[in-house]
Structure formats: C-alpha cells, structure tokens
T-cell receptor, first 110, second 114 residues
Framework: QKEVEQNSGPLSVPEGAIASLNCTYSDRGSQSFFWYRQYSGKSPELIMSIYSNGDKEDGRFTAQLNKASQYVSLLIRDSQPSDSATYLCAVNTNAGKSTFGDGTTLTVKP | DGGITQSPKYLFRKEGQNVTLSCEQNLNHDAMYWYRQDPGQGLRLIYYSQIVNDFQKGDIAEGYSVSREKKESFPLTVTSAQKNPTAFYLC?????????????FGPGTRLTVT
C-alpha cells in the first residue's frame, strides 16, 4: 500500500461544474496536508494547506480533512479551463518531510 | 523577491559524465529537498536537508550526491552511476522547526542524458 494514494485519473468535468479530488494516507500520525497544482511542464505550486479536521475554503477551492478516516479532499467549484492541471496531494509525516501522491490529472472542458 | 532558483532550465549531457544542478533559496528556510519526476509520475524524494552540514537520503538516493555548506544552497550532483538520469529535477524548501512545513518549489531543471 502506498503511503499517499490519490484517485486515479484522468478526471474530466465541464466548465462550471465541481471537481472533486480525493486522497488517502496511511500514517495516522500525519499532521499537515497540502494540495499542489502542477501545470504541464511546470513545477508544483502550493494552493491549499489544511491542519485540522473539517473544511477550509479559499476562493473557489475547499480542502476537507477527516483524520479518523485518513482522508483529505479538494473541491474546485465553478471549474474553469485554466484549472486543467495535475493536482498533487502531500502529507507531512516527519517534521519537514512530506510524502506526495502520484497526482490526479484534471481536464475542464469548455 | 523571495523564492527558489534552479539553473539551468535545460541541461544536456553525454552518458558517463557527472553533472551538478544548482538550487538557491532566499526564503530563509532551514530545510531543502531534491525530487525527481518522470513523465506521468509523481515526485520521488532523492535527498533532503533540514539543517546546514546535514542531509539524509530519500527514497531514490543511489547515483546522486548533495552538499549543504550554506543555508541558501543545496546543489545536486547526478553521477555516472545513476542508470536512468534523464528526468525533471525539482528543488524545494520549507521551514523545518515548528511547522507549517509547506514546501515551495523552484522552476525545475530538465536533464537529458544521451
């Protein structure tokens, strides 16, 4: 079992829809959780971080964390073609050292 | 502007040659990291350093070496022992004490070895 697993893609949604990206992790001691966006050929860019159970909203993005279920998700509301990218989930398992999932590629169709 | 720089953006080498990739940060972060990314794959950790003059192997350290003589700099050498060196190399940095441990990435170096 991988330490961090993301739902296999690719994921395709129409413009204006909600995109839902999921991630599970194996280390119950994990404390910090991150979502990165990576455009093709570019480096990852941090878009959300979450540390406590519940929801955290930032504009069109909402991160959700459930430590009991070892599950973290990212919702993108009103998806735009510019949201088309690969989304990486990262879990901090050892102070400063994060483990990344393999990513889910999202395509938003106009 | 605070950030992480990597140079060069593209690098071409012949098989059997060692090559050093540069990574510099002015974010005053203690921790720095090197990742490798192959097409369609996630990030794999090569080496990381949480403090000057100290570093640890990641998941795929064989064929690579690093140094951390200055807080701002964490160069990566890809040696001739690395069997498949062609990849996209990413450097990142973060705080290492007390959190929040968010990693910030440089623009990456795309290495091609023929």
């Amino acid at each position: 079992q991988k330490e961090v697993e993301q739902n296999s893609g690719p994921l395709s949604v129409p413009e204006g829809a909600i995109a839902s990206l999921n991630c599970t992790y194996s280390d119950r001691g994990s404390q910090s959780f991150f979502w990165y966006r990576q455009y093709s050929g570019k480096s990852p860019e941090l878009i959300m971080s979450i540390y406590s159970n519940g929801d955290k909203e930032d504009g069109r993005f909402t991160a959700q964390l459930n430590k009991a279920s070892q599950y973290v998700s990212l919702l993108i509301r009103d998806s735009q073609p510019s949201d088309s990218a690969t989304y990486l989930c990262a879990v901090n398992t050892n102070a400063g050292k994060s483990t990344f999932g393999d990513g889910t590629t999202l395509t938003v169709k106009p | 502007d605070g950030g992480i720089t990597q140079s060069p953006k593209y690098l071409f080498r012949k098989e059997g040659q060692n090559v050093t990739l540069s990574c510099e940060q002015n974010l005053n972060h203690d921790a720095m990291y090197w990742y490798r990314q192959d097409p369609g794959q996630g990030l794999r950790l090569i080496y990381y350093s949480q403090i000057v003059n100290d570093f640890q192997k990641g998941d795929i350290a064989e064929g690579y070496s690093v140094s951390r003589e200055k807080k701002e700099s964490f160069p990566l050498t890809v040696t001739s022992a690395q069997k498949n060196p062609t990849a996209f190399y990413l450097c990142a940095s973060s705080t290492s004490r007390g959190g929040p441990y968010e990693q910030y990435f440089g623009p990456g170096t795309r290495l091609t070895v023929t």
